[in-house]
Structure formats: structure tokens, C-alpha cells
């Protein structure tokens, strides 16, 4: 997972947001986690789930929100 600070992005956001499209952004503020830039069939995918009485019930979808948590932890844990 790229990591961004939010003046990056603001500066070249339409070059991160073609990379979001694969694969989810996290955006820093003075070196801390703020937010996460990701593409709208991940973000549907994540409500649906949410929303789902068989909350993540799509094996692919728990594989790609263990890798993107593996990737938030590992980023987090970094700065300090």
C-alpha cells in the first residue's frame, strides 16, 4: 500500500487516484495516518458487506481486507 502525505496528493491527486484504482492509498498528516483513498468497487463491496446479514461473505474480500490491514498495521507500527 502506497503512503502519501495529503499535500502529495492534493498536488498530483488525479496520478494517485488512477493508483487507488488498484490498490488502496493511506494518506499521512504530519506523518500520521489520516485516511485512505480507495476505488468506489472496493468502498460497495465494503457497504455491502457492512450492510449483509452474511457480513464479508466473499472469501476474496476477506483476503483483500487482511492484506490491506496487514499493510495498515505494518505502515502504522513504522512511524513510531
Known sequence: MRRLSS????RNFSRHGDA???EPVMITHY???R?????????RELLD???????LH???LQQRL???ATALDR???RRV
Open 66 to 68: 487482511r492484506s490491506i
Open 7 to 10: 499535500f502529495d496528493v492534493n
Open 35 to 43: 485516511a485512505v483513498l480507495l476505488n468506489v468497487d472496493l468502498f
Open 31 to 33: 506523518r500520521r495516518p
Open 75 to 77: 505502515k502504522s507500527k
Open 49 to 55: 458487506a457492512a450492510l449483509s446479514k452474511k457480513a
Open 58 to 60: 466473499s472469501g476474496r
Open 20 to 22: 487507488a484504482l488498484h
